[in-house]
């Protein structure tokens, strides 16, 4: 026992000398091999002088010399028979854990090939990355050798396939874009799983093991093997080492920053480990710009070797069938190649890239290596621009495809090398916001959403089929975000000038540059005013409308802002959402077309409303109840069944009433009763403790001092409608809340301590507060940005009821973490807050929001 005490100990300070040595974790390659063979050296000490039946040997990243700091050590047994050596296996894995060395195992007999080459496919791969470290040497050549001869042409092909399958699902499950801006460093597309994928998929093709005695990593040993086979070349090999060097060292570092195993790279853990890179400048922005470059590759290389792999099994189509394009190119069954192996032009790539689109197919994996090529001699030698406009404004009027096509072109590099504008923004992120994508791979995602409206029977869908030009659509799209790397405050302004530019140097009309340049400055525009604004506040309307010189624009306009948004995350984009900004686009477009402004608009509505089929017994209470309220959206906002029920209730003199009904993916609150000092923060006090997510407010107060208040939320858990069986619970809180029988403060405090378990799930950092003021003719307008929290609109309508405003509007915009509230305030007295009062309430504000962070 003293012995595997002493072994323990001398393990664990040569572990610990080796996670310290910051000149060594510079270089993951030697971090790795040094680490697997000092694990590799400890098992043999403790094994030393015993003679095993069977063989012993690493498997998983410990035989691919790769391993990180708590990476699992793998190790698996072949035995020629499991009940014979059980006792024996037990012992030695109890010895290696009582010696510090904590490892992973599994037992293998000869018969486990066949029943797991059927069964079980990431079991089966593990067989082909195994290395010796102690043992009967002719039990690992007899596995090896069944291991091989297991393999038929059946098999074989079958195997592939399904490794084809398994690189989509696995991206499927943790991203498809090797820039997702919170990576899982090991399966996102780009990550280390994509190249070792690679290097099974060719051990499997030549019925090879990868793994040798040579102190390198299995990865490096795999790329020499390649260019040594000519299937890479120098240029390439050093590119895909780099990429695969840095991404594993990021690993390494993950690993020792949490002290475990973990490789989702969250935002906080990106900008810690940036902060110790200063070969890459200390700086966040530029490790994760270079991190997406490594990932771009990986996964570029990954996709070029599949099809490959596609290829060999693809049975040949006769050159009878082959369609030529032109001089350069032929088309045969949806793959397109070279006609001539010669040297291709920036114009004749472009000119394939139409093809592409055009045909919707595909490149031969000789065609797609040949572009890569073309892209990385740019690298050396730059030319200031690529002459190739003509086929590119092709590409963007192609009837389908453009989104496809360009995504092709931001993969292979060929995008930025023609707009060096848009190269910029090549992995360019924003860290902490609510993307999920860096800039470019945003940008495609909007085009490719905006494009897939095309045929659909949506009001969206309906709308785009009818724009004629879609390639202005598509450029400002392509530019809508293109300053961000300059600057993110002012970006739309910026970027509307550098289309402007681009757009010059491509030859458009003066009309369609005037366009663009529109879109792309208000891009942002039309979200703040539908998730912000009363969208039944004739002044709102108005000043909205008054951007636009046509119907076109708005159209546009709408369609952008949609593609823009729908490309954020698969969160942002919501049926709440698309219903505000659809209402925002239809009643704009009727103030266009009719040159009306926005009090007729709702007036007429209104009318319309008050005059409908409203019980004649009843018609006249009904009038005079709508009458009393000096909001015009009261009408807009609830149907004439509902006012019908809240004259009902009224007249019957209850001292609250609470009505619920599911919408849009929201639960709809309505709460009737008289108005008393501060009632809109006790209500969404008593909706807080109820793990209630307030998404907007609206406050209707009749002459009489009978106030409807109207709260579309969500359980803050499920981000769902809130469930049924929770009403009566909510009701009975709220209703206590309005008589001051319920301690708001205190029952505030007391689930605040069960929230921090919410907040850690839903909120990872602290994020920027700002407060900003708008004038308005009736209100003064506080726009507050911050962090989302529970209970925070609670805590913000607390802070304004002390500090003397009312409020009477309030809109709240989620997205992620970030949180916009909007409300419409005014003083006790009546009067609009004064600019000299700003500065004191967004201190105040600004300290109540940052107490809860």
């Known amino acids: 026992m003293h012995a595997k005490l002493e072994i323990k100990k ?46 012993l040997c690493s498997a998983g990243s410990f035989s691919r010399r790769e391993l990180s700091p708590y990476s699992d050590i793998d190790l698996m047994f072949i035995v020629p028979s499991v009940e014979s050596q059980k006792e024996v296996i037990n012992d030695i894995v109890t010895t290696f854990w009582d010696c510090g060395i904590e490892v992973s195992h599994t037992v293998r007999e000869f018969s486990d090939i066949e029943k797991f080459l059927d069964t079980d496919l990431h079991a089966f ?22 291991l091989f001869q297991s393999i038929t042409e059946e098999y074989r092909e079958k195997l592939l396939k399904q490794f084809f399958e398994d690189v989509r699902q696995r991206h499927k499950k943790f991203g498809d874009s090797p820039k997702v801006l919170e990576p899982n460093i090991k399966y996102s597309a780009g990550g280390l799983r994509d190249l070792h994928s690679i290097e099974w998929m060719y051990a499997l093709e030549n019925k090879m093991l990868l793994t040798d005695q040579n102190e390198i990593t299995q990865t490096e040993s795999f790329l020499y093997l390649l260019q040594n086979a000519k299937i890479i070349n120098p240029r390439e090999i050093k590119e895909l080492l780099e990429s695969y060097k840095l991404i594993l060292r990021v690993r390494n570092l993950l690993h020792l920053e949490v002290d475990g195993k973990n490789d989702r790279l969250e935002f906080v853990k990106q900008e810690a480990i940036g902060k110790t890179l200063d070969d890459l400048e200390n700086d966040w922005y530029v490790f994760m710009r270079k991190y ?47 006609r001539i192996d010669k040297e291709l032009t920036s114009s004749s790539i472009f000119r394939v890239f139409y093809y592409r689109g055009l045909y919707d197919a595909r490149f031969d994996e000789h065609l ?3 572009i890569i090529e073309f892209v990385r001699d740019l690298k050396e030698h730059p030319v200031p621009t690529l002459n190739s406009s ?13 989104g496809k096509t360009l995504a092709v072109m931001n993969e292979l590099e060929v995008l930025g090398a023609f707009l060096p504008e848009f190269r910029d923004l090549v992995g360019f992120m924003q860290p902490g ?22 045929g659909k029977s949506s009001r969206l869908g309906k709308l785009f089929d009818s724009i004629e030009g879609k390639d202005i659509l598509y450029l400002a799209v392509l530019f809508h975000d293109i300053a961000k790397p300059i600057s993110i405050s002012g970006h739309e302004i910026i970027g509307g000038e550098i289309a ?25 525009t039309m979200e703040q005013v539908a998730f912000r604004r009363n969208l039944n506040d004739p002044s709102t309307l108005n000043n909205f409308a008054y951007l636009f010189n046509s119907t076109e624009q708005l ?77 015009l959206g009261y009408l807009q906002n609830y149907s004439q069944d509902e006012i019908e029920q809240h004259v009902d209730e009224i007249e019957r003199g209850l001292k609250e009433s609470v009505f619920y009904k599911e919408e849009g993916g929201y639960t709809n609150i309505t709460v009737i009763t008289r108005d008393s000092e501060n009632l809109l923060t006790k209500l969404c006090g008593a909706l807080s403790i109820n793990d209630v997510n307030i998404h907007d407010a609206k406050i209707y107060t009749r002459k009489d001092g009978i106030v409807i208040d109207n709260f579309n939320v969500t359980d803050f858990r499920t981000q769902k409608p809130v469930e049924v069986s929770r009403y009566e619970k909510i009701r009975e809180d709220l209703i206590k809340a309005i008589e001051n029988e319920l301690a708001i403060a205190k029952e505030f405090n007391r689930v605040k301590s069960k929230w921090w378990r919410i907040e850690n799930k839903f909120f990872k950092r602290k994020g920027r507060i700002s407060i900003d003021f708008e004038k308005h003719e009736k209100y003064t307008i506080i726009d507050v940005f911050s962090p989302d929290r529970l209970g925070l609109l609670y805590q913000i309508s607390k802070k304004m009821h002390d500090l003397g405003l009312s409020i009477y509007f309030a809109k709240i915009s989620t997205k992620g973490d970030d949180v916009v509230d909007s409300f419409y305030t005014l003083k006790k007295s009546g009067k609009k807050v004064a600019p000299i009062e700003y500065e004191l309430i967004i201190q105040e504000l600004t300290t109540t929001i940052e107490e809860m962070l």
Not at 312 to 322: F, G, K, M, Q
Not at 433 to 454: F, K, P, S
Request: overall charge negative.
């Open 125 to 146: 791969t593990q067989f082909f990355e195994t290395r010796l470290i102690l043992g009967n040497d002719r039990v690992y050549n007899d596995w090896n050798i069944k």
């Open 292 to 338: 997406f470059e490594a990932t771009s590759t990986i996964h570029r290389f990954s996709k070029t070797m599949i099809k490959k792999f596609e290829e060999i099994l693809t049975e040949p189509v006769s050159d009878y069938l082959a369609i030529k394009l032109d001089d350069d190119f032929i088309l045969k069954d949806n793959i397109i190649s070279v």
């Open 390 to 402: 003509v086929f590119f404004r092709e590409i963007l009027k192609l009837p389908r495809n453009v």
């Open 500 to 524: 402007s530019t681009v757009m010059e140097r491509l030859g458009f009309d003066q009309s369609e540059i005037t366009l663009v340049q529109f879109l792309v400055k208000h891009h942002l």
């Open 433 to 454: 916001v609510y993307h999920c994508y860096t800039a470019d791979e945003h940008t495609i995602v909007a085009m490719e959403n905006v494009e897939g409206l095309q």
């Open 368 to 370: 797609r290596s040949i």
């Open 555 to 631: 159209d546009y306009l709408y369609i952008l802002t949609y593609g823009d948004l729908s490309a954020v995350s698969p969160v942002i984009w919501t049926q709440w959402k698309a219903d505000l900004l659809f209402e925002l686009y239809r009643k704009t477009r009727t103030l266009i077309e009719e040159r009306i402004s926005g009090e007729e608009l709702l007036e007429t509505e209104n009318l319309e409303l008050v005059n409908g089929s409203f019980p004649k017994a009843k018609k006249e209470n009904i009038r005079n109840h709508i009458e009393s309220i000096d909001d």
């Open 10 to 55: 001398q393990f664990s300070e040569d572990r610990k000398k080796l996670f310290s040595d910051a000149s060594l974790l510079k270089n993951s390659f030697k971090f790795c091999v040094s680490y697997s063979i000092l694990v590799e050296e400890y098992i043999l000490r403790v094994l030393e002088g015993q003679k095993l039946e069977f063989a």
